[in-house]
């Protein structure tokens, strides 16, 4: 018998793949179409456990859909600008040019290596000038349709990377790249940056989510990164210590106006421009001290922080709807970047502002009464209480009310705000791809004609930052001195390189026509393979799935595609941990190499398998030593049963056992289709692990080549063929077919074969659970109603009154009502 051997047979078909093309994907195919992808991957180290999960659920779909008769495309390609690269090649001493062309090879390798049904003959590259001469495109096309522009603004900046950053990459006052070192090493400054509008597409993006079939945690993040508030500005005046200077004011934001008797301080996030003008001075020391010190707190940190500080300033002001003189505060749980950067704080009606005043005990004034307690803070709705005029008025009715009687008093105004930001797409490094603007004396900022793109990123000998804030493109003189396409004079090129989230923003629609140089895109192959059917990934919930969101939007206003969305389904799933619950860590030398495990000789498909039944796919699973030695033998068990079947001689098999037989061949192929369809793929590997477990008991009797041995076993080779790609291509052959298990060979369930002799009925009286009774499968309604008021435990319930109803649903359910 031959004996299952992964590191003969897996090689093996992995050649017999590539030279077929199996997968190379038919985009004018007149099949249904699918595509399934994962979030591709920046090349800046070696292949990782968290790369094989991800790429296998993706890539597990694409197979079931191929198989299920649709021209199944499952793409590839490489997210190789941006900083990771580039930190990888100064660490290596080499370009990031030839960094990629180290670590790209070696990537592919893998990838074949895990068997993946990757179409390569449309890879891509972000790093590739083909394809960044569109990315520069969009950076041209967004100026040309006002949505880029150019601005100074507040910006994290690490001095050890020599560029700005996200809110999110800052963690404890650090570069997220630097945790380790001693002091922090990033600062605020102002810099001129180039942005794009999305907040001119905030609303859209807001009102589609709902519609999205994606993971809710997802939709969540989403809603709340855009973070729509409607409220109002109210003005606060500020209580003069000098009669004879003019009033000032402080305007604060609020989404609850109706709670404004209740305001009982007000709060200046520490960077406010009226802080230095109102501290009085014996708080001028406290407060500048705190200042400085939230200076170093990331926005994210400042929100995330359980436990509230604060300074007074020592001045007041004085609330417009009663004239009460209010204290004014500052604290980093309020932001600059979100409202007016000033908020009157409510304390019975919000939490942190409870905590706020608990802390530092301030007055507490309860103005909505609900069911909430006294001396609980709630804001939930209610009635007006200690509101004068407004008491007994329900609380939102209020809020309308108390604005228009504050806008008549001119004091209020009703607004709208945004937690979202103009997105940021400066780099002030090397590695991307360079901004298409040239600087004029004569004409300012000049757009580099679509002709003259790409502008092509120069290889440079010393590619590390400068240290005086601008890319080591300023260095390369020969690239920067140019001409402006206006008027002809000298010019200068812009330095700073976009941010690669706008290389990651786009790709998908690349893959559909990735060597095109005279159009980022056919729009009708686009449109005709556009949305993405599925798309997965472990991390970038927020940043890039909005951007990817924004940028196909204005791709559909542009009239580039149909779909302004461009990721149907959205599957956020977990990461593989270690065994005690951590992160894999390359420090703690933890990490799993999936390579490792496949020449061990357990093979890729037994890792494959393992991977997508260790736990549900939004789940993080943690590492079990033991999980890929258990598949492997899951895997070889098909094998010997296949094996075995192929020794054997013509049989004929009892119709008893066939019914037996087929009962859990068709459960399985119905269990496996619907999972795989729900992405539930841990219960459909284990729905094919009881099949199988079911036929080695079915075999010992009857067993031999026949009609229903022979489809049994190419149901569980075709249903196990996306897990275990290479030994189910190996077992298909030895079931006799010439052509490949991979394309249009999935079984389709029949419902007369799921019908057992017996079926078990749920009894109820008046809708409790009295009795499962087990009848044949053809009982009638009558016979089963019978067999229900028979029944000992029912009777007792029913007594000796009489059924007012009896309700039937076939084959499940009896319910008695009496």
């Given at each position: 018998m ?12 992995q ?9 190379k ?8 179409k699918?595509?399934?992808m ?9 292949l ?22 649709y ?21 290596a ?12 090879p ?15 003959s ?7 000038p ?6 520069q ?14 601005d100074s603004?507040?910006?994290w ?28 090493i ?49 003005d ?24 404004l ?23 001028k ?16 940190e ?10 007074f ?8 709807i ?24 409510v ?30 803070c ?6 007006m ?26 004091v ?20 991307g ?28 000998d ?11 493109l ?37 893959y ?44 559909s ?40 495990i ?5 093979g ?16 993080s699973?943690?590492w079990d ?8 033998r ?56 009881k099949?199988?477990n ?18 049994a ?8 063929a ?97």
């Open positions: 031959k004996r299952y051997s992964p590191k003969d047979i897996e090689p093996k078909w050649k017999k793949w590539a030279d077929d093309q199996i997968y994907a038919d985009l004018g195919s007149s099949k249904p699918y595509i399934a994962s979030m591709f991957n920046y090349p800046s180290g070696n990782h456990i968290g790369h094989a999960m991800n790429y296998t659920i993706s890539e597990v779909k694409a197979r079931f859909k191929r198989q299920s008769g021209e199944s495309y499952h793409p590839v390609g490489w997210d190789s600008f941006g900083l990771p690269a580039e930190n990888r090649a100064i660490k001493g080499i370009s990031p040019q030839a960094s990629m062309a180290e670590l790209i070696d990537y592919r390798n893998a990838y074949i290596a895990m068997g993946w049904s990757n179409d390569w449309k890879e891509i590259s972000t790093h590739d083909l394809y960044y001469k569109w990315t495109w969009i950076f041209s096309e967004m100026y040309r349709n006002g949505l880029a522009y150019q603004r507040m910006q900046w690490c001095d050890k990377c020599q560029t700005v950053l996200a809110n999110e990459q800052i963690i404890d006052g650090k570069c997220w790249r630097h945790e380790g070192i001693q002091d922090p990033v600062q605020q400054k102002e810099v001129k940056q180039w942005f794009f509008k999305i907040t001119a597409y905030a609303d859209e993006l807001l009102d589609a989510i709902d519609d999205l079939d994606w993971t809710e945690s997802v939709k969540l993040a989403q809603a709340n990164w855009i973070g729509k508030s409607k409220g109002a500005e109210i606060f005046e500020i209580e003069s210590r000098d009669k004879s200077h003019e009033s000032r004011k402080i305007t604060v934001f609020t989404t609850r106006p109706d709670t008797f209740g305001a009982t301080f007000l709060v200046l996030a520490p960077e406010h421009d009226l802080v230095a003008q109102i501290t009085s001075n014996d708080q020391t406290a407060v500048d001290e705190y200042v400085k010190a939230s200076s170093l707190k990331s926005e994210l400042r929100q995330s922080s359980k436990e509230k500080t604060g300074v300033t020592g001045t007041y002001a004085i609330n417009p009663n004239q009460a003189k209010v204290p004014i505060w500052i604290a980093d749980y309020v932001l600059t970047g979100y409202g007016t950067g000033a908020i009157m704080a304390p019975a009606h919000d939490e942190r502002d409870f905590e706020f005043a608990q802390k530092y005990e301030l007055p507490v004034i309860r103005v909505v009464k609900n069911n909430a307690t006294d001396e609980e709630s804001h939930d709705e209610g009635v209480m200690s509101s004068s005029q407004y008491d007994g008025l329900p609380s939102s009715d209020v809020r309308e009310k108390i604005v228009a009687d504050l806008e008549q008093k001119g209020a105004i009703e607004k709208t705000n945004y937690k979202m930001r103009d997105w940021s797409v400066s780099r002030q490094r090397y590695w791809a360079p901004i298409p603007i040239v600087y004029c004396q004569k004409d300012g900022a000049v757009l580099v004609p679509d002709a003259q793109l790409p502008v092509v990123l120069p290889e440079l010393d590619f590390q930052p400068s240290g005086d804030g601008r890319s080591a300023a260095r390369a003189t020969d690239w920067l001195q140019t001409t402006c396409p206006t008027c002809g004079g000298p010019a200068e090129r812009e330095t700073d390189t976009l941010d690669t989230y706008i290389c990651s923003s786009w790709y998908m629609l690349r559909f026509d990735p060597s095109n140089t005279e159009k980022i895109f056919d729009t009708a192959v686009a449109n005709k393979w556009m949305p993405i059917d599925f798309y997965n990934g472990g991390d970038h919930a927020t940043a890039h799935l909005l951007y990817a969101r924004f940028v196909t939007r204005f791709f206003k542009i009239g580039l595609v149909d779909d302004p969305e461009p990721f149907k389904q959205m599957l956020f799933n977990g990461k593989v941990l270690a065994s005690d619950g951590t992160m894999f860590s390359k420090s703690k030398g933890n990490g799993i190499d999936p390579l490792e496949i020449n061990s000789g357990y890729a498909d037994a890792l494959r398998t393992y991977l997508m039944f260790a736990a549900p796919l939004e789940f699973p943690r030593p033991q999980g890929v030695p258990a598949t492997y899951f895997i070889n068990r098909i094998w010997n049963l296949v094996q075995e079947y192929a020794d054997t001689q013509d049989a004929q098999v009892q119709e008893a056992y066939a019914k037996k037989i087929r009962f859990s061949t068709h459960s399985m192929i119905k269990k496996v289709s619907e999972d795989l369809e729900g992405n539930r793929y841990n219960t459909a590997i284990s729905a094919a692990m099949c199988v079911e036929l080695y008991k079915l075999k010992t009797q009857h067993f031999g080549k026949s009609v229903v041995w022979q489809e076993l190419e149901a569980i080779v075709a249903c196990s996306p897990f275990a790609p290479h030994a189910m291509e190996e077992l298909w052959q030895d079931l006799g077919h010439d052509s490949t298990v991979h394309i249009d060979t999935w079984p389709t369930h029949d419902e007369k074969y799921l019908q057992g002799d017996e079926v078990t009925i749920v009894v109820q009286v008046n809708g409790k659970l009295r009795a499962n009774l087990s009848v044949a499968s053809g009982a009638s309604q009558e016979e089963v109603q019978t067999a229900a008021l028979a029944d000992e435990n029912v009777q007792k319930h029913v007594g000796n009154k009489k059924p007012t109803k009896i309700i039937y649903v076939p084959g499940r359910l009896v319910n008695i009502v009496v």
